[in-house]
């Protein structure tokens, strides 16, 4: 409950699966996400499983007020936009896939507020009918994206390039300005964009960064960043956590939205 007593919204954070000690299965997300739920979206924090034995797409949005979509190592498998999977598509996690992209696709139709992390914005694109490049770092003219292999977590997800975002945009309406910085920490990212989908915000060597549902409905935004980490603290990620906060609580209290808050 918040101060006033009333519920707070429910929000699924999606997991991942790890095997603990090469034995012991576990489904988890890391606490920077439970954290920016919590204290900058006001919400109630609820890590999902991710295997389509256990839960399914309706039953989740039925649960659920909203979603956080979160990064992680594995990736999306190649198969489902199309292609065959090849070594630079590193690990996969299917039981995720099963989960999410259907998970997506449900949201969008319905108008349920979801926000897509790294990992999560490329499932967006993915579930949208998009594609992805297995290593942007070996593309021409392209920078390395991923995380620094060695550091503190600090330096690991410390600020690294501008994402320009378009002038009256979205995002640039709810951060508040038209550039911003953000961390870098992926490998993939969007080779064909899906047609529902618009690119938002970009990177200097390019790479999307930001998209969002065009005249979709409801609070459907994806990043390839990681605002989660220090969200209450960072002038990016602070409003981004916020309005999907205010997204789940409308949502929590009924009300159906006709268009796409964030794109109108």
Excluded at 161 to 189: E, M, W, Y
Excluded at 228 to 235: G, H, I, L, S, T
Aim: charged share 20%; aromatic share 8%.
């Amino acid at each position: 409950m918040d101060p006033s007593g009333t519920r707070r919204p429910l929000i699924g954070i999606i997991g991942n699966y790890y095997l603990i000690n090469d034995e012991y299965p576990a489904y988890a997300a890391g606490q920077m996400n439970v954290e920016a739920v919590h204290e900058v979206s006001c919400c109630q924090p609820s890590i999902v499983p991710t295997d389509p034995a256990y839960v399914s797409a309706n039953e989740l949005a039925d649960t659920y007020d909203g979603f956080i979509f979160t990064g992680g190592r594995a990736n999306v498998h190649p198969s489902e936009y199309g292609e065959p999977e090849t070594e630079a598509h590193g690990t996969f996690d299917l039981g995720r896939d099963g989960v999410t992209l259907p998970l997506i696709r449900a949201l969008v139709e319905r108008g349920q507020p979801m926000l897509a992390i790294c990992r999560g914005f490329q499932e967006f694109n993915v579930a949208m009918g998009g594609s992805l490049y297995p290593e942007i770092r070996d593309l021409p003219g392209r920078d390395n994206h991923r995380m620094p292999p060695d550091g503190t977590l600090e330096e690991k997800f410390a600020l690294r390039h501008d994402v320009t975002l378009t002038k009256g945009g979205p995002f640039a309406r709810l951060i508040g300005s038209d550039v911003v910085r953000t961390n870098t920490l992926h490998g993939q990212g969007i080779k064909a964009l899906a047609p529902s989908l618009v690119i938002d915000g970009t990177a200097p060597d390019g790479t999307p960064e930001a998209i969002y549902v065009a005249g979709g409905a409801g609070f459907a935004l994806g990043v390839q960043w990681h605002p989660e980490y220090r969200a209450a603290e960072d002038p990016v990620s602070r409003p981004l956590f916020e309005a999907f906060g205010e997204a789940a609580r409308a949502w929590a209290a009924g009300a159906r939205p006709q268009e796409n808050r964030a794109a109108s």
